[in-house]
């Protein structure tokens, strides 16, 4: 397993932005995909956004599409979700979610079973 160390959550009003990081001390280089979850309180989990590192391809829930995104940064092995345009609704305890198999299919599916995850950190949006 991978450890993951997730930052950059905070408190904004609705429009606002905010980064995510996900710190991969042990290299994403051993991670095949990388992506980005969400839970709010009484809520099931919502996949956010995922990221294929080996090429770069990119996927996201109809929900953050044209708002977030999410890349990466090798060098740093580090992983980032920009939030762009933020509402209340995406308030809520974002995840970081690795895992090294070839044949994963990377995707933000809320039932994906990535091998490693992170504490979290809390985006909270107010109106």
């Known amino acids: 397993q991978v450890q993951l160390v997730e930052s950059g959550g905070g408190s904004v009003q609705a429009g606002g932005s905010l980064r995510l990081l996900c710190a991969a001390p042990?290299?994403?280089?051993?991670?095949?995909?990388m992506g980005w979850f969400r839970q709010a309180p009484g809520k099931e989990r919502e996949g956010v956004a995922a990221i294929h590192t080996g090429g770069g391809a990119t996927r996201y829930a109809d929900s953050v599409k044209g708002r977030f995104t999410i890349s990466q940064d090798k060098a740093k092995n580090t992983v980032y979700l920009q939030m762009n345009s933020l509402k209340p609704e995406d308030t809520a305890t974002y995840y970081c979610?690795?895992?090294?198999?070839?044949?994963?299919?990377?995707?933000?599916?809320?039932?994906?079973?990535?091998?490693?995850w992170g504490r979290g950190t809390q985006v909270t949006v107010s109106s």
């Open positions: 979610a690795a895992d090294p198999r070839f044949s994963f299919p990377c995707l933000p599916d809320a039932g994906a079973d990535f091998r490693s």
């Open positions: 042990g290299s994403i280089h051993s991670s095949n995909c």
